[in-house]
């Protein structure tokens, strides 16, 4: 079950050097988890999917 999801790292180095699409995508994150860092689960992944997939 390890292959339906890869978990993502995170950008290296300071917040100035990221570029603003990173930037974006962290705080999207911080706010649909709520300020939580939630663990990633195969359950949840789907669910960010079919929100992100509605559009």
Known sequence: M???FMVPTGP???WDQL???E????EFIRVISG???PKVTPARV???REL???G
Request: proline content about 5%; charged content about 30%.
């Open 23 to 26: 930037k974006a995508w962290i």
């Open 46 to 48: 789907r669910a960010l």
């Open 35 to 37: 300020g939580r860092d």
């Open 12 to 14: 290296l180095g300071p």
């Open 2 to 4: 390890s292959d339906l």
């Open 19 to 21: 570029s603003e699409n």
């Open 52 to 54: 992100l997939d509605v």
